[in-house]
């Protein structure tokens, strides 16, 4: 089967934004590959190795391909693709000087080309992820995440997710109990659990990430303790107040720690919702955040009543620890 392969090279600080448009516009598979040159210092602190070779991607850009069947007309979806692109310094992000490419790809080549790039990476001092088609032999107290994630998903080592790991890795005592809202391929959800978490509940709005993310907690032994359901936030929150008997044993609000790896757009949306579903004392890990963003998500945070904790940054990306004072609803 022929694929349209639609490549867009737009400034690496709009990435999650041009991500989401594709997805929006209908793409089967979104990957991105960012520039790398001999003057840009890769993190190597935890002994990373990188098999990626240097690429001539422009500097501060990121190559983006998405994948359409077929049947898709290109031409009037890449220039609603253009209109878009346009219209993000609107929203406070900039794709630059961007340019749009139809091409095409037979769907072997689409899906197995790009797996030669996605080697196992440390993202924390414990956790590590590797791919399933991978062989490594973890270091003494590393914790191994297996992970396919499909091509609509990211890899766990882009920063917003790194973000996530290391929060989640100094917040995780043992025993907690999880929401990770937006879970795509269900890796902070896994990490959670290698972390020594006793149950999380996996949600998502695509149908997609749901297939993507149980497969994942499959092959990481998890199916008994990550319960991934299609739903957000304000859903299970609904279905906690109803007088309906609850599906299931696993997590139910109120929750020890909610963690979410969005748009900091989606995340001001929901911040009271996140406040009701925590336990007075919980833990609110919030990422996906540009730094130009950084500001308004903070107050943002503390306008609903949180306490924030601490501020994590990576490159361009920021998260946030924030916690639900213990005196509420007491």
């Not at 501060?60 to 219209?87: C, V």
Request: with cysteine.
């Amino acid at each position: 089967m022929q694929w349209h392969e639609l490549t867009v090279l737009a400034a690496e600080s709009s990435e999650e934004m041009v991500t989401h448009y594709l997805t929006e516009l209908g793409a089967g598979g979104v990957s991105v590959e960012e520039a790398w040159s001999a003057d840009k210092p890769r993190d190597m602190k935890y002994g990373e190795v990188y098999d990626t070779p240097l690429n001539d991607i422009r500097p501060g850009y990121s190559l983006f391909k998405a994948y359409f069947s077929e049947d898709m007309d290109m031409e009037p979806l890449a220039a609603e693709l253009k209109t878009l692109l346009e219209g993000l310094p609107e929203f406070g992000y900039d794709a630059g000087e961007f340019t749009i490419h139809i091409g095409s790809v037979h769907e072997d080549d689409w899906a197995n080309a790009w797996k030669q790039y996605f080697k196992p990476a440390a993202v924390t001092e414990r956790l590590v992820i590797k791919p399933t088609w991978e062989t490594y032999t973890p270091k003494e107290n590393e914790l191994v995440i297996e992970l396919d994630p499909g091509m609509a998903f990211g890899t766990g080592t882009h920063p917003t997710t790194a973000l996530c790991l290391k929060a989640l890795d100094r917040a995780i005592q043992g025993g907690e109990r999880i929401i990770d809202v937006g879970t795509g391929s269900g890796v902070l959800a896994i990490g959670a659990m290698k972390l020594g978490a006793a149950k999380v509940l996996a949600l998502d709005l695509d149908p997609v990430a749901i297939k993507c993310a149980k497969e994942n907690v499959d092959q990481n032994g998890y199916a008994q303790d990550i319960e991934v359901r299609l739903s957000d936030l304000l859903g299970v929150l609904n279905e906690s107040q109803s007088e309906a008997p609850r599906m299931t044993d696993g997590v139910q609000p109120p929750a020890d720690l909610v963690v979410a790896n969005i748009l900091a757009e989606i995340i001001l949306l929901f911040i009271g919702d996140v406040m009701d579903v925590l336990k007075p004392g919980g833990l609110y890990i919030a990422s996906g955040i540009f730094k130009n963003k950084e500001m308004i998500v903070e107050a943002g945070l503390l306008a609903a009543g949180f306490e924030i904790i601490e501020v994590l940054r990576q490159e361009d990306w920021v998260a946030f620890v924030a916690g639900k004072p213990k005196g509420e609803d007491e």
